[in-house]
T-cell receptor
Framework: EPEVTQTPSHQVTQMGQEVILRCVPI?????FYWYRQILGQKVEFLVS????????KSEIFDDQFSVERPDGSNFTLKIRSTKLEDSAMYFC?????????????FGEGSRLTVL | GENVEQHPSTLSVQEGDSAVIKCTYS??????FPWYKQELGKRPQLIID?????GEKKDQRIAVTLNKTAKHFSLHITETQPEDSAVYFC???????????FGSGTQLTVLP
């Protein structure tokens, strides 16, 4: 069964450092997303991406965040200058169709720890 | 924007009993309501979903009901088993949105 894959599974970084989280969505999917989950809390939407541009973003997704689809398979989330409160599990997701019509498939997540 | 409230935050049931988790949403334009199961340290996995043109949907031991007038939807698990123990999240999205808004989660524990 096709899966969304994410790397790294866990990254530890110092506050102020840049981090890039990588995702390979399911190959025939057109819609890509990043969500995050702070430990013990709910899953929160960060950004959606379609047709090589951001289609929606939340208040969390401020100027320190950016997304990119550098080639035909990868989808990345960059955090420019990490803060302690960025520590969370970051989930990439993809879907064939928009959220309300197509099932969202989540990756296993990348745990980010900011020290 | 959409706001989703979920209750209870924790739920313990005896094996074989039923479990019910309830959610309310704020945006009357919301039209898609999935439920996710998340085991410790794992990804959320879709277990059932319902769209706004349907009032109830069932898949084996799992059912979801939707009341659009009251803006609430519920997950029902019958004949619970220990492997049902996990955190369950409800979510909602509207037609114009490319995002899911999640509830705060329910830790379900099924006691053998």
């Amino acid at each position: 069964e096709p899966e969304v894959t994410q790397t790294p599974s866990h990254q530890v970084t110092q506050m102020g450092q840049e981090v890039i989280l990588r995702c390979v969505p399911i190959s025939n999917h057109l819609y890509f997303y990043w969500y995050r989950q702070i430990l013990g809390q709910k899953v929160e939407f960060l950004v959606s991406f379609y047709n090589n541009e951001i289609s929606e973003k939340s208040e969390i997704f401020d100027d320190q965040f950016s997304v990119e689809r550098p080639d035909g398979s990868n989808f990345t989330l960059k955090i420019r200058s990490t803060k302690l409160e960025d520590s969370a599990m970051y989930f990439c997701a993809s879907s064939e169709a928009p959220t309300n019509t197509g099932e969202l498939f989540f990756g296993e997540g990348s745990r980010l720890t900011v020290l | 924007g959409e706001n989703v409230e979920q209750h209870p935050s924790t739920l313990s049931v005896q094996e074989g009993d039923s479990a019910v988790i309830k959610c309310t949403y704020s945006d009357s334009a919301s039209n898609y309501f999935p439920w996710y199961k998340q085991e410790l340290g794992k990804r959320p996995q879709l277990i059932i979903d319902i769209r706004s043109n349907v009032g109830e949907k069932k898949d084996q031991r799992i059912a979801v009901t939707l009341n659009k007038t009251a803006k609430h939807f519920s997950l029902h698990i019958t004949e619970t088993q220990p492997e049902d123990s996990a955190v369950y999240f409800c979510a909602a999205t509207s037609g114009s949105a490319r995002q899911l808004t999640f509830g705060s989660g329910t830790q379900l524990t099924v006691l053998p």
